[in-house]
C-alpha cells in the first residue's frame, strides 16, 4: 500500500505536490507538522514539503491574524463584556504566563496555530508579534516533524 502511495505521490509531480501540501499546512489540526511528516513519509522530498507545508499554514494563520481584530469588533458591538469562558480563562493564564512566544511555541499542541493567533489578537496583542512567534513555530514544529518522519523511514527501512 505505501509503494502504491508513493509511486503515486511522485506521478502526481512536483506542483501537485506542492499544492496539496499547502492546503494540509492551511487546515487547522494538520497544520506545517502534519503536512510535512505526511509529505516527506509519502515520498515528497524534503526540500518540498516543509516549505510548501509550512507555507500554507502561516498563509492561512496570516488571514486570521488580519481578519481577527475585525471579527472581533464585529462580534463585540452593542454587547456588554461577558465573562470569559473557561477556555479563554486558561488561554489568558498561559498567556500571562509565558507571553506570546511560549503560547506560539508550545500553544500547538493544544490548539491550532490559527487559533491560538486569532486569539492573540482578539485579546489585542500587537499583530507584528504574533506574526513574528507564529511564523518562527509553525517553521520550526514544521521541521521538527519532517525530521520525524525521515527518521521513521529510515528506522523502518521503507525508503
Given at each position: 500500500m505505501l509503494d502504491w502511495l508513493q509511486t503515486s505521490v511522485e506521478a502526481a509531480g512536483p506542483l501537485a505536490q506542492a499544492f496539496f501540501l499547502?492546503?494540509?499546512?492551511?487546515?487547522?489540526?494538520i497544520e506545517s507538522y502534519g503536512s510535512s511528516f505526511l509529505g516527506v513519509f509519502v515520498g515528497v522530498p524534503l526540500y518540498i514539503a516543509v516549505p510548501f507545508a509550512v507555507l500554507g499554514n502561516i498563509v492561512s494563520m496570516l488571514v486570521l491574524v488580519l481578519g481577527a481584530e475585525k471579527l472581533h469588533n464585529l462580534f463585540r458591538k452593542n454587547k456588554p463584556a461577558a465573562e470569559p469562558s473557561k477556555r479563554k480563562q486558561k488561554f489568558y493564564r498561559l498567556?500571562?504566563?509565558?507571553?506570546?512566544?511560549?503560547v506560539s511555541?508550545?500553544?500547538?499542541?493544544?490548539?491550532?496555530?490559527q487559533i491560538t493567533s486569532s486569539?492573540?489578537?482578539?485579546a489585542g496583542v500587537a499583530k507584528g508579534?504574533?506574526?513574528l512567534w507564529q511564523v518562527i513555530a509553525i517553521a520550526l514544529w514544521g521541521v521538527v516533524f519532517a525530521g520525524f518522519a525521515t527518521?521513521?523511514?529510515?528506522?523502518m527501512g521503507v525508503a
Open positions: 499547502m492546503l494540509g499546512g492551511a487546515i487547522p489540526f498567556f500571562e504566563k509565558y507571553g506570546v512566544a511560549g511555541l508550545i500553544g500547538q499542541w493544544f490548539l491550532p496555530s486569539m492573540m489578537a482578539g508579534k504574533i506574526i527518521a521513521g523511514i529510515n528506522f
